[in-house]
C-alpha cells in the first residue's frame, strides 16, 4: 500500500501535463470548433434574450413549476408546441478564463488524487509500470470520461460531442496513468 501523500509529486506533475495537453487540444488541434451550433438568426436570438432581460443563470425551457403542473394539459400543450430546450447564459463582455483554468487545474489535481489513492489502495511501492499505469488510467478515465455520457443520456447533447470529449478523457487518463507510473514510488 502506497499512501496518497506519497504520491504528489505524481499528482501535480500528472495535473500540469493535462493542463498543457487540454491547452493544446482547445487551441491548436481545434477538433472541438464543431462542438456548438450557432443559433438561426443569432442578432435577433440576442436582442430578444437582451429586452427579456434574462439574468446569468441556467434555464430550461418549458418548465414546469412542479410535477403536478407537469402532467396539466395546459403544460403538455406547451411541451407538444416545442421549442424545448436548456441554456446557460453567461455575463456579457469578453470571457474570464483565469477563473475556468485555475479550477480546471484543480480538477485534474482531484482526479490524480482520486487516481492516487485507488492505485496506493491497490499496489504496493515497487509496482510495475504497467500495473501503476492499468489502475491509474481506469481511475483517471473513469473520472474524467464517463460521466459525460450523462449528457447525451439527459441533456441531448450531441452523441459526436460527447465522443469527441471522452476521447479527451482517454488523452487525459492516458497521460495521468504514464505520470504515475514514471513517478511511482519504489
Given at each position: 500500500m502506497v499512501p496518497v501523500m506519497s504520491l504528489w509529486i505524481p499528482i501535480i506533475v500528472a495535473a500540469v501535463l493535462v493542463f498543457v495537453v487540454s491547452s493544446i487540444i482547445h487551441m491548436v488541434l481545434g477538433y472541438h470548433n464543431d462542438d456548438f451550433e450557432q443559433v438561426p438568426n443569432e442578432d435577433e436570438f440576442l436582442d430578444g434574450l437582451r429586452d427579456l432581460g434574462v439574468p446569468v443563470?441556467?434555464?430550461?425551457?418549458?418548465?414546469?413549476?412542479?410535477?403536478?403542473?407537469?402532467?396539466?394539459?395546459e403544460f403538455q400543450e406547451k411541451?407538444?408546441?416545442?421549442?424545448?430546450?436548456?441554456?446557460?447564459?453567461?455575463?456579457?463582455?469578453?470571457?474570464?478564463?483565469?477563473?475556468?483554468l485555475a479550477m480546471w487545474f484543480g480538477y485534474a489535481?482531484?482526479?490524480g488524487v482520486f487516481a492516487?489513492?485507488?492505485?496506493?489502495?491497490?499496489?504496493a511501492p515497487d509496482a510495475?509500470?504497467?500495473?501503476?499505469?492499468r489502475f491509474v488510467g481506469v481511475t483517471a478515465f473513469c473520472?474524467?470520461?464517463?460521466?459525460l455520457l450523462q449528457n447525451s443520456i439527459w441533456f441531448k447533447r450531441r452523441w459526436r460531442q460527447t465522443f469527441v470529449s471522452m476521447f479527451d478523457a482517454l488523452i487525459y487518463a492516458l497521460v495521468?496513468?504514464?505520470?504515475?507510473?514514471?513517478l511511482w514510488p519504489g
Open positions: 443563470g441556467s434555464y430550461v425551457f418549458p418548465k414546469a413549476p412542479t410535477m403536478k403542473a407537469w402532467k396539466t394539459p411541451m407538444s408546441r416545442g421549442p424545448m430546450g436548456m441554456i446557460t447564459v453567461w455575463p456579457g463582455g469578453p470571457p474570464k478564463m483565469g477563473g475556468s489535481v482531484l482526479v492516487a489513492y485507488v492505485s496506493g489502495r491497490a499496489l510495475h509500470y504497467l500495473s501503476v499505469f473520472c474524467y470520461g464517463m460521466a495521468t496513468a504514464g505520470s504515475f507510473g514514471w
